[in-house]
């Protein structure tokens, strides 16, 4: 039995995902996004957390943010918070992702995609966390900005694991509380 977490990464896609007339867009990356995934990430012990972006502004925006905790006053202020942050990694797209953890971990990882819709070749979270625990492959889950993920990254995928649901119709969680209950179910120690 391996470490579930072991070969997991996570990956927030900025570019391609869809607004809310069903539009491809780029959507903008935000400091809540980075600190509050890293930290959900960090605690249950995912190694990479990726934000895929094209944009090289906001590749200098997440440069400036990590920055500060990694090296500016934040560092030595918040030491957890420079731990937290520290698994990030700022890439152009899926593809670099997928060559990035190939190169890590000497396979490419397993697709398994985010919804809050309802996807064909559903994997279960009992199914998934089985699959970790057993097998060492390197698991990459994706998580989409805006209003998902578009058709182009939602057809590479090789899973989905089911949407969140709740006891409302109600069901547009922001992306920062999909990856905490997400993480949760595949990595809790409960």
């Given at each position: 039995m391996?470490?579930?977490?072991?070969?997991l990464?996570?990956?927030?896609?900025?570019h391609?995902?869809?607004?809310?007339?069903?539009?491809?867009?780029?959507s903008?990356?935000?400091?809540l996004d980075?600190?509050?995934?890293?930290r959900?990430?960090?605690?249950y012990?995912?190694?990479?957390?990726?934000?895929?972006?094209?944009?090289?502004?906001?590749?200098?925006?997440i440069g400036?943010?990590?920055g500060?905790w990694q090296?500016?006053?934040?560092?030595?202020?918040?030491?957890?918070?420079?731990?937290?942050l520290?698994?990030?990694?700022?890439?152009y797209?899926l593809?670099?992702?997928i060559n990035?953890?190939?190169d890590r971990r000497?396979?490419?990882?397993?697709?398994?995609?985010?919804?809050a819709?309802?996807?064909?070749?559903?994997l279960?979270?009992?199914?998934l966390?089985?699959?970790?625990?057993?097998?060492?492959?390197?698991?990459?889950?994706?998580?989409?900005t805006?209003?998902?993920?578009?058709?182009?990254?939602?057809?590479?995928?090789?899973?989905f694991?089911?949407?969140?649901?709740g006891?409302?119709?109600?069901?547009?969680?922001s992306v920062r509380?999909?990856v905490s209950i997400?993480?949760?179910?595949?990595?809790?120690?409960?």
């Amino acid at each position: 039995m391996t470490d579930r977490a072991a070969g997991l990464d996570i990956a927030l896609i900025h570019h391609p995902v869809l607004n809310k007339v069903g539009e491809t867009i780029g959507s903008a990356v935000t400091n809540l996004d980075l600190h509050d995934i890293a930290r959900a990430a960090r605690t249950y012990g995912v190694q990479r957390y990726y934000v895929a972006t094209p944009y090289r502004d906001q590749h200098e925006l997440i440069g400036e943010i990590v920055g500060h905790w990694q090296h500016g006053r934040g560092a030595d202020y918040n030491p957890a918070r420079k731990e937290a942050l520290s698994i990030i990694r700022a890439l152009y797209g899926l593809d670099d992702i997928i060559n990035e953890i190939s190169d890590r971990r000497g396979q490419k990882p397993l697709l398994v995609a985010t919804s809050a819709r309802s996807q064909p070749n559903e994997l279960s979270y009992h199914d998934l966390r089985s699959y970790m625990e057993k097998d060492s492959s390197p698991v990459l889950l994706l998580f989409g900005t805006a209003h998902g993920l578009a058709p182009e990254i939602m057809e590479r995928a090789d899973s989905f694991l089911p949407p969140i649901k709740g006891k409302s119709a109600y069901n547009h969680l922001s992306v920062r509380s999909a990856v905490s209950i997400i993480l949760d179910r595949l990595l809790s120690l409960n």
